[in-house]
């Protein structure tokens, strides 16, 4: 079970993170990614990161704006998003997926889905 949080309203130009807790399964095993959806949009690819938590990809409009990290201790992994723009306005979901080689996939590639939390960033 994989339950996301920490979205919520952030002005242009802000920063906010978001984490997903997982339960019920070895952590390790898994890699994990963040998607995003906006309205009237498909489901993209935001970011991954591998199992032990050494490699990390993302998406370009999120390189050098989001960092994807996680704790194995914690079962967590995380996305912190630093100058949000109104294009970042979407649902933010976290993925695991347990066969994955690399630390990038499409949606239909990870197997296991969290709920979603709404970001919105206001001009």
């Known amino acids: 079970q994989l339950q996301a949080s920490g979205g919520g309203t952030v002005q242009v130009g802000g920063s906010l993170g978001v984490y997903c807790a997982a339960s019920?399964?070895?952590?390790?095993?898994?890699?994990m990614g963040w998607f995003r959806q906006a309205p009237g949009k498909e489901r993209e690819f935001v970011a991954g990161?591998?199992?032990?938590?050494?490699?990390?990809d993302y998406a370009d409009f999120a390189k050098g704006r989001f960092i994807i990290s996680r704790d194995n201790a914690k079962n967590t992994v995380y996305l912190q998003m630093h100058g949000l723009r109104p294009e970042d306005t979407a649902v933010y979901y976290c993925?695991?997926?347990?066969?994955?080689?690399?630390?990038?996939?499409?949606?239909?590639?990870?197997?296991?889905w969290g709920q979603g939390t709404l970001v919105t960033v206001s001009s």
């Open positions: 990161v591998s199992r032990g938590g050494g490699s990390t």
């Open positions: 993925a695991a997926d347990r066969r994955l080689r690399g630390t990038r996939g499409s949606s239909s590639e990870f197997e296991y």
């Open positions: 019920g399964r070895t952590f390790t095993n898994y890699v």
